[in-house]
């Protein structure tokens, strides 16, 4: 256990600024760190290495530290053990990290970290949110309409949370082979796909009802109404109006239903199902992002970019550059 990315050192110091400096260019600035009760003394080693979509760090540090996201990035975070306790929080959720317990944080949530003694470690992976949104694509034939949210403590001792595990360590293994092959950009992003779908059948989340035939109840026959409209209608101007008359309601009842649904009201879900669809486009197509803009409806191509960045995390054209 002590030899995880042996030969990935990126810090090992006695100065704990020295480790909250590399754990912010290990995540590639997509969080920013602070003490929580005084920077202390004691050993800190960081071991990590990086991608375009993630990150996965071994940390060997008894500080205490909060972690929050920095603003306009996207990414989640799990913690796994691999020595000692980590008593841990996001927001008012509490878990007691360890081998049999990891931690999963959701994009701008704030995570707060304290060792329970000096021979804790433990792995953080960092995993960027346009992901998940793909993988959770693959598995239900649409993307999310809303950021997909995991509760927090994810069992490992179970066997849909064992999973996760053994496909981290395996990534771990690849890493720490010394060949080359496992190294290469495809086979990285191949097995973290494993992971990102292993943690979406695994652990619970807001959207974990569409990813099994019967957790929940159907949606209401007005619910339905006006989802099919709204799919029929995506490339054109929606209103809240249209949306009720469709459904045959009010619009506050189309309302309350869509944020008990979705947690979104109408207007959003249309826009979040509007962008999700030119994402796709511009990630599958070469056409220009101002031609599929337009064809999905958007006629102000700068407020577009502003919401499109807010929503994942980057600009259309920084999506077209992957193409």
């Not at 960081?46 to 008894?62: E, T």
């Not at 990414?75 to 878990?95: D, K, M, Q, T």
């Not at 099994?212 to 006006?226: C, E, I, T, V």
């Not at 599958?284 to 599929?292: A, C, E, L, M, Q």
Request: glycine content about 8%; hydrophobic content about 40%; charged content about 20%.
């Amino acid at each position: 256990m002590a030899s995880l990315l042996r030969d990935f050192l990126m810090t090992r110091s006695e100065n704990p600024v020295d480790l909250l400096n590399a754990a912010t260019r290990l995540f590639g600035g997509s969080i920013t760190t602070s003490p929580l009760a005084g920077l202390g003394s004691g050993d800190h080693e960081l071991r990590g290495v990086a991608a375009h979509d993630f990150a996965v760090g071994f940390f060997a540090s008894p500080l205490d530290v909060r972690v929050a996201a920095a603003p306009g990035r996207r990414s989640y975070f799990v913690n796994l053990g691999v020595s000692g306790e980590i008593a841990a929080s996001r927001g008012a959720l509490r878990a007691t990290l360890d081998k049999a317990t990891a931690g999963v944080v959701n994009p701008g949530d704030t995570q707060e970290l304290r060792p329970l003694g000096s021979r804790t470690r433990f792995l953080g992976l960092r995993i960027d949110a346009a992901l998940v949104d793909q993988e959770f694509a693959a598995l239900t034939g649409h993307p999310p309409v809303s950021t997909v949210r995991f509760d927090f403590a994810l069992d490992l001792a179970r066997p849909k949370g064992r999973a996760v595990r053994l496909l981290v360590r395996s990534l771990i293994e690849q890493l720490d082979s010394g060949d080359p092959l496992f190294h290469r950009a495809e086979l990285q992003r191949s097995q973290l796909r494993c992971i990102v779908t292993a943690l979406l059948l695994a652990q619970p989340h807001t959207h974990t009802g569409e990813l099994w035939d019967s957790p929940r109840p159907g949606h209401p026959r007005f619910l339905r109404a006006a989802l099919a409209f709204i799919e029929s209608n995506l490339t054109e101007r929606i209103s809240l109006g249209g949306i009720a008359d469709a459904a045959q309601c009010s619009p506050r009842t189309i309302s309350s239903a869509f944020r008990e649904r979705f947690g979104l009201p109408p207007l959003a879900y249309v826009r979040n199902l509007r962008l999700a669809r030119i994402r796709e486009d511009i990630l599958t197509s070469t056409d220009p992002v101002g031609v599929i803009a337009y064809r999905w409806g958007i006629t102000h191509l700068g407020r577009f970019a502003g919401e499109y960045r807010d929503r994942f995390g980057e600009l259309p054209s920084a999506t077209a550059a992957r193409r």
